[in-house]
């Protein structure tokens, strides 16, 4: 019987006696994310009342998103957020703050899919319907023409922008990790993080849009300049942190891709959307014997 | 060890002893009650006649129809949930909001087929959102509410026929824009009514927003319907 006792007794009790030694001053950290993101914040020189917090959402996020990519709780990890936060997130990304990068301070390594998914439908759609509504009143003096709603616009308009949203994160992401290879800077960005600033990012042009609907020129061309300038400087805000030690070529290049890739869209989904103002007026004064030709051919 | 093999034999020792003898009768009384295959008759709905079975459905329809028109916070909706109400609705919507196929002037309304997919999968994702943001409530069920909550809008939509067919000028346009407003609010409303239950409560406004999104798309499209005339 004591012999067997003897077999099930730990043998190690002088290292546990130097375990609990070595580490009476000192915290036991196992997480890398905490003390490297810990780093990041006072490299970018914010300061935070909610450090406590901050240590505990870092520690408790390390051990979210541990399910597997084909199961539905791993998307469910993707939604994680409440009314109040995106809320916080649409003012953080029309509000940009010389200080403070959109993803140290809002994302906080719980990016979500409801903010980019719902913005970009939501700017679908107010395309399509600004588009109709200011094509409709533009030609609302001449007699003959009969208002089409033209559900074409849809279509295209979710084309575009979801592939502005979903593709231009992809490529960022590609090249900033290839460069990361090169150059280890502190602050490297997943790209769900990417996607989320970008989804964010667009919800100013959702009152742009609507703007857009009074057949001003000026008016226009203001609101898109005005949305272009606040987005623009949200995403630069944002990046910049991650390509500043770079060579100074590159980071160049890429501050100017993406401001240009945003012009671009602002400026297509006018173009395309809104430019019957500028051709039919003329058109239809000249020519009114045109109009009453092919309405009366029903 | 040597002790437990003692200690077993004499638990097993005695087993082989043991054998069933014959005296002993086995007795009892195996018997199927009748009754059962009668009741069974009586749910089965096999030997029903055709008109009852319809009418069954069409009144479960009803009855839901009238849920949704006086929304209060009944789990009737959620309970039976059927898909036929939806459907019907879907294809009415759908059939008169489609455009004439051989004018090439009224390309630009919507086909039957667009219509369709729409509400389907508007439905689908709006039901899909629900449930990844935590809401406890089946798939089928929330297609069922988000279904019959489309009611309001096609009433909306037969109303927005009559008044076209009086005229198309700014009355009638300033008409069927309040008709349209009333009942797309209506079926917002109706909606969230039904859904609120099951939502996690820090996310309400998420969960309620797609679905305001979803009826403000149908309305529009009811809103810019213009006659083939």
Known sequence: MANTDFHLQFQEFEDEQGFTENNQGATTVTIDDPIKSRKQRKATGTAFEEEDDDDKTELLSGQRKSA???????????FDVDSHQVKNRIVGSILPWPGKNFIEVYLRSNPDLYGP?????????????????????????QPKFRYVPDFSKVTMAATAIYSYAWLVPLALWGFLTWRNRKITSLVSYSFLQIVCVYGYSLSIYIPAVILWIIPNEGLRW??????????????????????????????????????ILHVLLAVGCKACFFSTYEMDPSKYHNEPSTATNTSSTN | MAEVEESSKPL???????????????????SVPVGSQSADNDFSTLDEPVKDTILRDLKAVGQKFVHVMYPKKSSALLRDWDLWGPLLLCVTLALMLQGGSVDSEEDGRPQFAEV???????????????????????????????????????????????????????????????????????????????????????????????VFLFYFVIGWMILTFSPSH
């Open chain 1, 68 to 78: 597997p990519f084909w199961t539905f709780e791993y998307y469910q990890t993707l």
């Open chain 2, 12 to 30: 097993f020792a005695g087993l082989s002893d043991i054998s069933i003898s014959e005296d002993i009768p086995v007795e009892g009384d195996i």
């Open chain 2, 116 to 210: 369709f997919v729409i509400i389907w999968f508007g439905s689908v994702i709006i039901t899909l959102n629900t449930k990844l943001l935590g809401g406890t409530i089946s798939f089928f069920q929330s297609l069922c509410v988000l279904g019959y909550c489309i009611l309001p809008l096609t009433v909306a939509m037969i109303v927005c026929r009559i008044v076209l067919v009086g005229g198309s000028g700014l009355v009638s346009f300033v008409v069927r824009l309040i008709v349209v407003t009333a009942s797309f609010s209506w079926s917002t409303f109706a909606s969230t009514a039904f859904l609120a239950d099951s939502q996690p409560p820090n996310r309400k406004a998420l969960v309620v927003y797609p």
């Open chain 1, 117 to 141: 998914f719902w913005i970009c439908a939501t700017l679908v759609f107010a395309i399509a319907v600004s588009g109709n509504i200011s094509s409709f009143l533009v030609h609302q003096g």
């Open chain 1, 222 to 259: 203001c609101s898109i300049v005005v949305a272009l300038c606040l987005s623009g400087s949200v995403l630069v805000l944002t990046f910049w942190p991650a390509i500043r030690d770079d060579k100074p070529r590159i980071t160049t290049a890429i501050i100017s891709t993406i401001v």
